[in-house]
């Protein structure tokens, strides 16, 4: 009898976990459902209040009527490239080192240190950018001013290596001891069988992470704020590297507080959220469509 009712009590628990977790699926569907909406309600009538080629100007000067988002658009790659080229390498290294070539105790500070700088708040990493990165190149590269798209690339850069390196870890950490194992009794060396076996083997994995660690560079506005000089100026060259800029995300954390609801301004400004959301999106497909595939593959090989 006592047994009946505890496994009726265990079903009963069961069945309430799984209703609980459904209902934490749904919502989130339901919450991102209507944060589209909300976008495209607000960001859509942009788009026939302001010709296609103001719009894509290359002045953004609202006050005058001037909505160019080009500017914004060129500023925002820039920083994301730079901090691109940074973060990839760095990062893949690193999660190397941490995975294959560190001792355990060299392990054991690395990783809490990486998790530590991944849950910096970025507006503490604008301060460090301000008082101390900005000046530095300042002097060290002759420049006028410091706030410049390099120095953000820098900063975003260092913000984007722990995703990288947490997730790419992760990556090759799972991937069969016996690969390495047999690498090893072929005659290969220990570099040789990091870079053509283990790498290539966590490849999506470190791919999903690249594009994480993009995302959230994409992403990032208090940091960018606060060291790119904030300024809407269309880029010219690789000299646009080293002079003020501004990205779409400073744009609207700078101009949101202040616009009227419902105007022309406040409706481009949802377009750039529109923009912003769209191109989180489709990183975050890909990153799914790379890390579904090899959840496939690992699959395969197993059965």
Do not use: C
Request: charged share 10%.
């Amino acid at each position: 009898m006592k047994s009946d009712q505890k496994l009726h009590k265990t079903k009963w628990n069961e069945w309430i976990i799984t209703i609980l977790i459904r209902l934490a699926g749904y919502l989130s569907i339901l919450y991102v459902t209507l944060i589209i909406l909300f976008l495209l309600r607000e960001g859509v009538p942009a788009l026939v209040n302001v010709s296609p080629v103001s719009l894509f100007g290359k002045i953004w000067y609202p006050i005058e009527g001037y909505f160019g988002i080009l500017p914004l658009l060129l500023g925002s790659l820039i920083v994301t490239v730079g901090a691109s080229i940074i973060a990839i390498p760095l990062g893949i290294g690193t999660a190397v080192f941490i995975s294959e070539l560190a001792p355990s105790w060299v392990k054991e500070i690395l990783k809490p240190l990486v998790e530590i700088l991944a849950g910096l708040p970025s507006v503490v990493l604008g301060f460090f950018g301000i008082l101390t990165l900005s000046p530095f190149l300042r002097t060290a590269l002759n420049l006028p001013t410091g706030l410049t798209a390099f120095t953000g690339a820098l900063l975003l850069g260092w913000s984007a290596i722990p995703t990288i390196v947490s997730v790419a870890e992760d990556a090759l950490n799972t991937v069969p001891k016996g690969y390495r194992e047999g690498a090893l009794a072929l005659g290969t060396t220990h570099w040789q069988t990091i870079w053509g076996v283990t790498v290539p083997a966590a490849r999506s994995g470190i791919i999903t992470a690249v594009m994480l660690g993009i995302g959230r560079v994409i992403g990032e506005t208090m940091a960018v704020m606060m060291v790119t000089g904030n300024a809407p100026v269309m880029p010219h060259g690789l000299d646009a590297l080293f002079l003020p800029i501004r990205t779409m995300t400073a744009t609207i954390a700078s101009e949101m507080g202040e616009v009227a609801q419902g105007s022309v301004h406040y409706q481009v400004l949802f377009l750039i959220g529109i923009i912003l959301f769209a191109f989180s999106l489709v990183i975050n497909i890909v990153s799914f469509a790379v890390s579904s595939r090899r959840m496939k593959r690992t699959e395969r090989l197993l059965s």
